[in-house]
């Protein structure tokens, strides 16, 4: 079965400090992987997709498949970071009808 | 990226009445989505809505209580059906990209008493 696990509800770090948010998976085949972020009184975005091996705000997130993982990481956190994270799974497209597996967030918090 | 609009962006409701959410898009799009976010919980979808059939409910969902139309491309409308405590909830839709991700709306708070 499909399942997004996010072990962390709530990270706090140091502005200017690493920041990894862990997210790992479940899924018989080959996934994609997403990163949603959620600001303050925003609406959900999506931040990252692994297939495009971008980096967003500074934010990279490479999927690792012998581990089943897609860590978010940053090497030097802002303020302006400071959100809801949502990691998703969705099979390869046409595959699951276009859903999404969402793990249940990390809010992360960077402190001044 | 699709530009989506919902109405109404929050409401508080009586237990045993209905509310109807709206979600517009600015271009058109197959698939529309919609999903439950529970205080203090994630995403759950509810339902996939595409135009011109009914739509697929997820486990726990039934159209009986969560009734949806997708009467063109760009709208679809979901109902939230004699409603109890219980649903108070955000209520969100989304559309599929060009990829398989999706694009969310900003949400229907709604609190039922």
């Known amino acids: 079965a499909q399942r997004v696990t996010q072990p962390e509800k709530l990270l706090s770090v140091f502005k200017g400090a690493p920041v990894e948010l862990k997210c790992n998976y479940s899924y018989s085949g080959s996934p994609e992987l997403f990163w949603y972020v959620q600001y303050s009184r925003q609406r959900l975005q999506l931040l990252l997709r692994?297939?495009s091996r971008e980096s967003i705000k500074g934010f990279t997130a490479d999927l690792n498949k012998g581990e089943t993982s897609f860590h978010l990481k940053k090497p030097f956190a802002q303020e302006e970071d400071s959100a809801m994270y949502y990691c998703?799974?969705?099979?390869?497209?046409?595959?699951?009808?276009?859903?999404?597996?969402f793990g249940r967030g990390t809010q992360l918090t960077v402190w001044p | 990226s699709a530009v989506i609009s919902q109405k109404p962006s929050r409401d508080i409701c009586q237990r045993g009445t209905s509310l109807t959410i709206q979600c517009q898009v600015d271009?058109?799009?197959?698939?529309m989505f919609w999903y439950r976010q529970q205080p203090g919980q994630s995403l759950t979808l509810i339902a996939t809505a595409n135009q011109g059939s009914e739509a697929t409910y997820e486990s726990g969902f039934v159209i009986d209580k969560f009734p949806i139309s997708r009467p063109n491309l760009t709208f679809s409308t979901l109902t939230v059906s004699n409603m109890s405590p219980e649903d108070s909830s955000i209520y969100l839709c989304?559309?599929?990209?060009?990829?398989?991700?999706?694009?969310f709306g900003p949400g229907t708070r709604l609190t039922v008493l």
């Open positions: 271009s058109q799009v197959t698939m």
């Open positions: 989304s559309v599929g990209g060009t990829g398989s991700e999706q694009f």
């Open positions: 692994h297939i």
């Open positions: 998703a799974l969705s099979g390869p497209r046409g595959s699951t009808l276009g859903r999404l597996y």
